[in-house]
T-cell receptor, first 115, second 112 residues
Framework: AQKVTQAQTEISVVEKEDVTLDCVYE???????LFWYKQPPSGELVFLIRRNSFDEQNEISGRYSWNFQKSTSSFNFTITASQVVDSAVYFCALSPTGANSKLTFGKGITLSVRP | ETGVTQSPTHLIKTRGQQVTLRCSSQ?????VSWYQQALGQGPQFIFQYYREEENGRGNFPPRFSGLQFPNYSSELNVNALELDDSALYLCASSFTGRGEQFFGPGTRLTVL
């Protein structure tokens, strides 16, 4: 069975602060995908990143960066110099790499960025 | 490129009724997945359709059923609605094997 744990439920920061969202996962699959999605108040899930389990290189995209550590089963997401528009619920998710790409989500982290 | 669309946006039903939700997949995608998101929770996988066949199912009862059409659009049907079925229903499309799923805006279902 697959499981994703997002232990933080709510985080509040002041604009321009850096913030890290934690994600820990469990799976028996030898290969898998990890994802982060953003859900703004409108409700639509916005795809941010997909990481394959065999690629442990960290990734940076603008103010966003992701730290994948297979040894600790973690896939953490850092927002640098946060902005008010970053306020949303952030979900970490896991899926097998086979044809059935069922996503298993964590419970989400509500991020509030105050001006 | 057209993204994933869902209809209707909102729906109010009473307990025991039946409901049909619709989803049009993103251009070029052949797989559609449905998720239920209760308030304050992460989305839960209902089922997935590929080539008009169910290709995996989550822990949902048989009164949740679906269809996929030749143009890859899909329907989610829920019979005998219960109060706990109140949730945001999300449709996601993908190209099999690629991993990324792209979500529609969802249908907010309220069961009274």
């Amino acid at each position: 069975a697959q499981k994703v744990t997002q232990a933080q439920t709510e985080i509040s920061v002041v604009e321009k602060e850096d913030v890290t969202l934690d994600c820990v996962y469990e799976t028996r699959d030898t290969t898998y995908y990890l994802f982060w999605y953003k859900q703004p108040p409108s409700g639509e899930l916005v795809f941010l990143i997909r990481r394959n389990s065999f690629d442990e290189q960290n990734e940076i995209s603008g103010r966003y960066s992701w730290n994948f550590q297979k040894s600790t089963s973690s896939f953490n997401f850092t927002i640098t110099a946060s902005q008010v528009v970053d306020s949303a619920v952030y979900f970490c998710a896991l899926s097998p790499t086979g044809a059935n790409s069922k996503l298993t989500f964590g419970k989400g982290i509500t991020l509030s960025v105050r001006p | 490129e057209t993204g994933v669309t869902q209809s209707p946006t909102h729906l109010i039903k009473t307990r025991g009724q039946q409901v049909t939700l619709r989803c049009s997949s993103q251009s070029g995608h052949n797989t559609v997945s449905w998720y239920q998101q209760a308030l304050g929770q992460g989305p839960q996988f209902i089922f997935q359709y590929y080539r008009e066949e169910e290709n995996g199912r989550g822990n949902f009862p048989p009164r949740f059923s679906g269809l996929q059409f030749p143009n890859y659009s899909s329907e989610l049907n829920v019979n005998a609605l219960e109060l706990d079925d109140s949730a945001l229903y999300l449709c996601a499309s993908s190209f099999t094997g690629r991993g990324e799923q792209f979500f529609g805006p969802g249908t907010r279902l309220t069961v009274l």
